[in-house]
């Protein structure tokens, strides 16, 4: 990060050296190493909105298995049905059993990838702070008549 910034400060920008360019150049840096990551997390998203979807289909198949045994048999026989009504619960639990999960991982990448992001941000600032107080240092030291003590 701070190799992209630095380039950016500018000494005839006085008292800021140009910090807002190499804020922005920081910034600039940080969505762009980010979208990799971002895009790979997504995914859990993605995988924790669909898996109920795919629950939910597979419950509706069985169910309507079961109801065709139903209207075929005229009667409820729980042995007839009981195929058709476990292939609604199993896919619904499996649909739920990826979901929570991928939903909990995706929670947890987004956070720590923005924990991270933040602290490096928060470094290179603490960085540019030290850059900008060594050059304003220099400067004043640059100022001071020749035989006056500090």
Request: aromatic residues 8%; hydrophobic residues 50%.
């Amino acid at each position: 990060m701070m190799t992209v910034a630095l380039p950016h400060f500018d000494a005839t920008k006085g008292e800021t050296l140009g910090r807002e360019d190499v804020e922005s150049a920081m910034a600039d840096f940080a969505g762009t190493e980010m979208r990799p990551y971002q895009k790979w997390i997504t995914n859990f998203s993605v995988l924790a909105q669909i898996a109920p979807m795919l629950g939910l289909f597979g419950t509706v198949v069985g169910m309507v298995g079961a109801f065709q045994i139903l209207a075929q048999t005229g009667g409820a026989e729980p042995s007839k049905l009981a195929g058709d009504i476990s292939v609604a619960l199993l896919t619904t639990f499996a649909g739920l059993f990826v979901a929570i999960p991928s939903l909990a991982l995706f929670f947890f990448f987004k956070n720590r990838l923005n924990d991270l992001v933040a602290e490096s941000v928060a470094t290179a600032n603490e960085l540019l702070d030290a850059c900008v107080n060594s050059a304003h240092g220099e400067a004043k030291a640059a100022k001071i008549p020749e035989g006056i003590a500090m």
